[in-house]
């Protein structure tokens, strides 16, 4: 006889899925929560290009030329993601929470291990027929999204098909991760609300007490205050100044006095940028919310400067850095650089989740 | 042929089956008895690749069930004691679903299906498994071990929800398949039951196999320790006294103290008629009853224990 175990609990699974009252409820919500967010997207999208156009017309300007960017179609997809951050969050928890547990509690596992079945194929078979409800579900969404702008008479050329397709991945890393999340707990525990109870409470540590602890308060706990202007700078300040920006950040100086002090200063306030971006970062890379918000930022506000890829939404707010931020259309791969070491964590989270969850099924005591 | 082999299963350093050696002949049904906590369940467990043992091996037809886990399940059904369902699917989804996981295909898997249902009068039945009485899944998990047209039958405490009619309907099935060669291992602890199906028999105590037999060698063996202890079924028309006798193991008054059972380790019926004449009781019935099947257990139990 062919051995088709992975298969068939696959299949069963996929379509458990299709049929539960949960993943549709959620699912639907998650639709609706998308075209609107999209239809908000198209208004700001359509606003925004009436704005550009305008620009263009009046050329003439001296800034005409810094405000005249062209609004990127990605940026629709702005208020989507930041419904799929929280919706889809619980979409994965809700498909993977009793993925095990209910099989304990109900005692199928025991008839199912029962069966010339390796316990791989049955747990493999389960993460990948929630994972195809997962992505079918997805798909829909993006085709919606992708529907409701051509029915705006928006078309999406190559370059931004692609990003609507790294920025699908991304939700599906996301979703996935907490389908991973929700998986190892319900391996861990006998009952399915325990497991729904601890992954929720892992959610909220991931989405809310990490960028939290990121924020900058916190992190100057952590790092410090920033240095704080020399009494001389001051003092020179109060004579009539000119302003000058530096990345975003308006600092007025005297138009003569001490130039040493400035740049002793500017050096100090950089490597203090650096090091809270540093510890910001390395915290953000432990949150599957921060790191989707990382990429979605970079693909969905790609003309922004370089300086604000790094979390621009919610709480996880901007540090802005005193590098000199670049403004224009930006290639795939400068898009990708910043955001890789994100795509990586985000990419790591079902990885090793889903891994302990393999490790501790194969373990499991059937009794 | 099962072959169990030195098996010993350890949890925690406390040994739940320990050192159990023994054959099972095909076409036997061969009754693993024991109280709660024997190792009943924990041996099963092991026989169907579900626990691996600490050491020893089990092998089904040959073949080692840790070694080779996959073609020893292609050979056996197995029902446990709290046999579990997808409660959302249908008895017929139910089987195919496990069917296709024997490799069958599904239409075989439905036909089969509807075949089993019949046979253990579930047919008829479309509701979801989730509205099903615990004997209804019980009658379904007695279908689901025959799936596969194994070879080997593994059943754990079968009867312990079914009605009347579901243990007549059992005993018909688990009979007619040893009849066609197949091997069925019952585990229970209702010993009325073991001894109404099985060929032989096998005592289970503290992880350690006490006995094993046909159950008429066992009573057998057992007569002459059973002998040693002798129940006496008195009723009488007055209240009686206490009764004391030197040979007396235990003695339990009835509430209106008109009936007593008394075990004794020697037939002491005319010392107790005489001693009641004397006191002017009435005796309407004094009697000595013979060896019962859970007296010949319980004996096993005293010896090992």
Redo the contacts between chains.
Sequence with gaps: MARNGLTTIAAKEFFDHLHSRKFLLIFGILLIVAIVGMIGGISDYNKNLEDYNKHQSTIDSPLSSYMAEKPSILSVFSSVATYLVFVGGILGIAMGFDLVSKEKESKSLKILLSHPVYRDEVINGKALGGIAALAGALFVVLFIALATLLVYGIVPDGNELILIGIFGLASFLLIFAYFAIALFMSTIMDESGSALIYTVIIFIALSALIPTLASTTVTELVIGNPPELPRELIDQMQQPANTSEVSGVTVTFASKGNNGAWDEFGERMQAYSEKRQMVYSTLALFSPTMNYDAITSAVTQQYSSRAMVIGSRGSTTTTAAFSVGTSGDVGLEDLLYPIIASIIALLLFPVVFFGLAYLRFMRLDVR | MIQLEHLTKEYNGVRAVNDLTTEIPDGEIFGLLGPNGAGK??TI?ML????EPTSGHCLIGGLDVARD???V??Q?G?M?E???????LSAEENLT??G?????DTPACKERSAELLSLVGLDGVTKDVGGYSKGMRQRL?LA?ALLNDPAVIILDEPTANLDPQGVADYRRIITEVARQGKTVVVSSHILEEVSRVSTTVGILSKGRLIAQGSWRDLARDLSGRADTHVTILVETRDPMPDLVHPDLVSINYEHDRRGVVIVASSDIRDAISDSLALAGIRIRSLSREGLTLEETFLSYYQVAG
Aim: hydrophobic share 35%; no cysteine; glycine share 12%.
């Design positions: 369940s924990t467990l169907t690749g579900l626990i886990p996959i073609r399940k292609q056996i197995y446990p709290d046999v579990g369902f997808y409660a959302s679903y496990f296709r996981l024997y490799g069958m998990g689901k």
